[in-house]
């Protein structure tokens, strides 16, 4: 087993030396760039949807899709008008840094001020790949249940911002918003929260002004 | 790159050794034992206290809890008057037969009749090690969204079982369960399912049912 050690370490540093090269390649178009990482079914593309609308044309807007297999999402929001590129990952459980870089072609980066890179639905795995984002954000949805973060510490400890999603649902099921926040606090004192619901459309404006700031930066 | 092929075929063929070995094991006790997988908050473990219910002491039940960190659920489930043992994995995305070999001597196996592997919340990982269950049963819930097949292929295709958790909520969310089942079919012609709610008892004593069968072949 110990030969494996080295090959694993040349894997982790080639994957990061990717992503400097994709952050670069992001810095030069100048667009900021957010790694989306959640459960399957969290609701990462209704989220990107959902942004899009509360955004209302305030910022150019792409998307690269991760998944095992399929285009649906892809083809979801390709038809609401913004450029989105498919990579399907076979059975690999997360997005690589070399993946990124070969879907960037499909997209007119420089013509566009935000990218949404939505990962393989997993709560372990996609954490411990960089992609070259400037921003990492994971969403908890309300019918997840409120112990993930004892659960799943790794992925709650190293991502900037955490959207609690599905809060319309939060009156048929138990799921205390405030011991949450604790818990993932506890972990990553400086998270920021959005609690969001994509079908009543609440939170989603501090979201879009926060996405607005952050193009800004570019 | 090439030199990393065999290695994990070793991996594999070692893990493979170890759930026949666990297998025999669980044979020998006379236990049947169902690994359990699922997303992140799709309720497995919601789902085996259900099961303790509508049981109703019909089998004598144990349970392997698998997460990343943190005893939660294995406190729950002895709570409720079943021998549990906790698998922490630290960072990993799965269990493997060589964990669940380790924790076996935390069980009084001779005196069960079933025992539930959960493993940890992911659907992708699990799937490719086995762990000696003679049953993998898959769990769906209704807020993860009718598409997860499309998407995550691999789990569909490769289980015995699945349960479609949170019928409950099926008022409040697009989710088609024909359609749904017409899909995962395509992916596994003879895969069984179970439409259940934890909170409204629904199709769980037709599970109930299905597993004092599955525990008579002993």
Redesign the interface.
Known sequence: MA??IP?IER?MGANDQQALANRARFDQAGVKVINVMA???AGKTSFISATLKALDGRLRIGAIEG????T??TVKLQKEGIPAVQINTG???HLDANQVAGSLDGLPLDDLDLVFIEN??????PV?FALGEHQRVGIS?V???D??P?????IFANIDVLVIN?VD?LP?LPFDVDAFMRVVRSLNPDIRFFPVSCVTGEGLEEWATWLVELAGDN
């Open positions: 030969k494996t090959v894997i459960s399957p079914g998944d095992l297999a399929s649906v999402d059975g690999g459980c393989v639905g997993n709560l372990v795995c411990g949805s019918p997840e249940g112990d993930k004892y659960k799943y510490p790794t599905k649902l048929y």
